[in-house]
């Protein structure tokens, strides 16, 4: 420390504690979590309410007002749902379409991201640009073209239904391309001059360095698949190939709906994803705060 710095620190001392010292909090956390913290209850509510209903009996989910807190635990809700429907077979269907529709939107948008952010070809930003418009059209516009092509390769009411139109989505592309982008090229270009392709930069550099984006594009689209309900409402329509989310209509008569039933099927369908969040919890929030928007 110099002399000038040794002065003033002589000349001004409570200044300079007051400097180094911290800051220190009048609240123990943060002040926005007594924002965040009510608005969590808002909208852990409806989850909650599902789990009451679950262990309740018909009368008292259909009571007015609702009863919060059931007279007794009804636990016997989830073997009966389990017993109503073929349920195995529906999380079957679901975890086969599910899980087919991530690995192939993981290899393909990581295969058409790469394309679009490394490689340069005539047309490459005009035809990012009308992938990204596709982003805007509603699915109920080419709803019945969607359809119509399914039924013309013969795969109406079967399992390839559910899964072909999903197979690559334009927003994993959009996705991965912009993370691709915020890489360092020199990583890629120090592999090329070793004498590696443009695949197995792709499989050996790149898709190691992308865990993040790639763990997040797999919770997304295992959300969205999951549950999915109004395409396979249209593309299938034997019990056999019914999805879960298909599969709880049949809880749901003409004239009444046995809401525990229901929302102990709805609960038992919420499992896999919960599970699959909180393992993928450190990437996916990794992923989402990494991914660059780079132009």
Same mark, same amino acid.
């Given at each position: 420390?110099?002399?000038?710095?040794?002065?003033?620190?002589?000349?001004?001392?409570?200044?300079?504690?007051?400097?180094?010292?911290?800051?220190?909090?009048?609240?123990?956390?943060? @002040?926005?979590?007594?924002?965040?913290?009510?608005?969590?209850?808002?909208?852990?509510?409806?989850?909650?309410?599902?789990?009451?209903?679950?262990?309740?009996?018909?009368?008292?989910?259909?009571?007015?007002?609702?009863?919060?807190? @059931?007279?007794?635990?009804?636990?016997?809700?989830?073997?009966?749902?389990?017993?109503?429907?073929?349920?195995?077979?529906?999380?079957?269907?679901?975890?086969?379409?599910?899980?087919?529709?991530?690995?192939?939107?993981?290899?393909?948008?990581?295969?058409?991201?790469?394309?679009?952010?490394?490689?340069?070809?005539?047309?490459?930003?005009?035809?990012?640009?009308?992938?990204?418009?596709?982003?805007?059209?509603?699915?109920?516009?080419?709803?019945?073209?969607?359809?119509?092509?399914?039924?013309?390769?013969?795969?109406?009411?079967?399992?390839?239904?559910?899964?072909?139109?999903?197979?690559?989505?334009?927003?994993?592309?959009?996705?991965?391309?912009?993370?691709?982008?915020?890489?360092?090229?020199?990583?890629?270009?120090?592999?090329?001059?070793?004498?590696?392709?443009?695949?197995?930069?792709?499989?050996?550099?790149?898709? @190691?360095?992308?865990?993040?984006?790639?763990?997040?594009?797999?919770?997304?689209?295992?959300?969205?698949?999951?549950?999915?309900?109004?395409? @396979?409402?249209?593309?299938?329509?034997?019990?056999?190939?019914?999805?879960?989310?298909?599969?709880?209509?049949?809880?749901?008569?003409?004239?009444?709906?046995?809401?525990?039933?229901?929302?102990?099927?709805?609960?038992?369908?919420?499992?896999?994803?919960?599970?699959?969040?909180?393992?993928?919890?450190?990437?996916?929030?990794?992923?989402?705060?990494?991914?660059?928007?780079?132009?």
């Amino acid at each position: 420390m110099t002399m000038e710095a040794q002065a003033d620190r002589i000349a001004w001392p409570e200044e300079a504690e007051a400097v180094e010292r911290p800051r220190r909090r009048w609240l123990p956390f943060s @002040p926005w979590h007594l924002v965040l913290f009510p608005l969590a209850l808002i909208m852990l509510l409806p989850l909650v309410w599902m789990i009451v209903t679950s262990l309740e009996t018909q009368a008292e989910s259909l009571h007015f007002p609702p009863v919060l807190v @059931p007279g007794s635990l009804h636990f016997g809700n989830y073997p009966s749902a389990l017993r109503s429907a073929p349920f195995g077979r529906w999380f079957l269907n679901t975890f086969i379409v599910t899980s087919t529709v991530v690995v192939s939107n993981l290899l393909l948008c990581s295969l058409a991201g790469y394309a679009f952010a490394r490689i340069r070809f005539f047309g490459r930003a005009a035809t990012f640009m009308l992938l990204l418009a596709t982003l805007m059209v509603p699915f109920q516009v080419v709803m019945i073209p969607t359809f119509l092509i399914v039924k013309k390769l013969g795969l109406f009411d079967s399992l390839p239904a559910l899964i072909a139109p999903n197979l690559v989505s334009a927003f994993g592309i959009f996705m991965l391309r912009q993370f691709f982008r915020t890489l360092p090229v020199e990583l890629e270009e120090a592999a090329r001059i070793d004498g590696a392709s443009r695949l197995g930069v792709l499989f050996k550099i790149v898709l @190691p360095l992308s865990l993040p984006a790639l763990a997040t594009l797999a919770v997304i689209q295992f959300m969205w698949t999951w549950n999915d309900f109004l395409w @396979p409402l249209i593309a299938v329509f034997s019990q056999r190939n019914f999805t879960l989310q298909l599969g709880l209509t049949v809880f749901q008569g003409s004239h009444d709906v046995f809401w525990p039933l229901v929302m102990a099927g709805n609960v038992m369908s919420m499992i896999p994803m919960l599970v699959l969040f909180f393992a993928a919890q450190r990437y996916f929030v990794r992923g989402i705060a990494t991914t660059g928007l780079k132009g």
